[in-house]
């Protein structure tokens, strides 16, 4: 018994420490990426997120119309153009090796722009996609998303649904469901309320700012089982877009952040700290403190309640924001003044991320993607690394 019992401890000091040189190696890897990245500048919309291959160490980048995919130094392999919708938030699925994105169409100001932009004159009709792109395909300048092979869509229809939905708020009748302006995060990571497991992509919407209505002041987040995407998988024909999608999300969640400006720009799931973040322009209601990032706490798990403001739907599942960062006294809401991230977040494991600082010149648009490690801290919840 006691051969055995030394035997035990033996086995798991040996396995605790190959883990923990693991662990060492994997940080060592990731202090040696690129602290910078540069992309563009490009003549097309600002950048609207980033995804990253790290075992093949491609970047991969959202310019609004078009997708770039490129190296750790920078250095473009390829693009993606031909798009009249938004392609928004990226994350890479390392399971089947492709780039999943939001993307969408509609008849609202920046759908109007996306086209004036482009110089197009199409009438398009309002739909929400989930654009799938085979990046490995991507050899080369200019190829078209729509002739190419690269990209298949999803259609989600609840996401349509509620965007042209009127319902009766406290307010009085309001266009907008929830205040949904469409899609925009995306992130691939387990259930709310697990640390792994199956994985399932959830999909933030974009949330109208308005002030004068008390129903978009939380964040809505849908989860989906792509593993059953395939039967959907459809190419895009803008002159005539398809409906081929899942009649509804598996899950549909709720976050109380208070307003924001379109809500959640960036979505990334971190398995490290099982923090989901949320990347946001500020809101501008004076009675809540309009951070640019939070965090939702993933190990926690969602509550069926009333929500808050919204009297056509009675309950939702909602989850919680992490007990960390600034905390309003008066709302009980966390969060953090993080000004950049809503251009692109991507978690690289053990605490490191790369985040995107975009900017314009005469030239164009583009961005600067920095390497930093999260703190946690209330001033400084990420620190570049240098």
């Not at 950048?47 to 790290?54: F, K, L, N």
């Not at 996609?129 to 200019?142: G, L």
């Amino acid at each position: 018994m006691k051969r055995f019992f030394i035997f035990a401890v033996a086995a798991l000091l040996a396995v605790s420490n190959t883990l923990f040189v693991s662990a060492q190696s994997k940080i060592t890897e990731l202090q040696n990426l690129p602290t910078t990245i540069k992309s563009g500048p490009y003549k097309a919309g600002h950048i609207q997120g980033i995804a990253v291959d790290a075992e093949r160490k491609y970047i991969y980048l959202s310019y609004t119309t078009m997708l770039i995919k490129a190296d750790l130094n920078g250095n473009v392999v390829g693009s993606v153009k031909g798009l009249l919708g938004h392609l928004g938030c990226l994350d890479f699925n390392a399971k089947d090796g492709r780039v999943y994105g939001s993307l969408e169409y509609k008849d609202d100001g920046i759908g109007k722009g996306i086209l004036k932009m482009e110089k197009s004159a199409r009438k398009l009709d309002n739909a929400f996609y989930i654009a799938i792109f085979d990046v490995k395909r991507i050899t080369h300048m200019d190829m078209d998303a729509e002739k190419d092979g690269i990209m298949t869509t999803v259609y989600l229809p609840t996401v349509l649904d509620d965007y042209l939905a009127k319902v009766t708020t406290n307010e009085g009748e309001k266009q907008h469901r929830f205040g949904c302006s469409g899609i925009d995060g995306v992130s691939f990571g387990p259930r709310f309320g697990k640390k792994d497991g199956k994985e399932y992509l959830t999909v933030a919407y974009g949330i109208y700012g308005e002030v004068d209505r008390s129903d978009n002041d939380y964040q809505v987040l849908l989860q989906y089982d792509t593993s059953k995407w395939h039967k959907y998988e459809a190419p895009l024909s803008q002159e005539n877009m398809h409906t081929n999608g899942p009649a509804q999300p598996d899950r549909e969640y709720f976050v109380m952040t208070g307003n924001t400006t379109y809500g959640v720009q960036n979505l990334e799931y971190d398995p490290h700290t099982s923090n989901w973040f949320m990347c946001v322009y500020s809101g501008k209601k004076k009675h809540f403190p309009n951070y640019s990032l939070y965090a939702i706490d993933g190990a926690e798990r969602p509550v069926k309640q009333p929500l808050k403001g919204i009297p056509y739907l009675k309950k939702g599942f909602v989850v919680p924001l992490k007990a960390e960062g600034l905390k309003d006294e008066s709302t009980g809401i966390r969060g953090w003044n993080f000004t950049i991230g809503s251009t692109g977040i991507c978690s690289l494991g053990e605490g490191y991320f790369y985040i995107s600082q975009n900017y314009r010149s005469a030239e164009g648009q583009g961005s600067n993607i920095r390497l930093y490690r999260y703190t946690g801290e209330a001033q400084n919840p990420f620190e570049l690394v240098k």
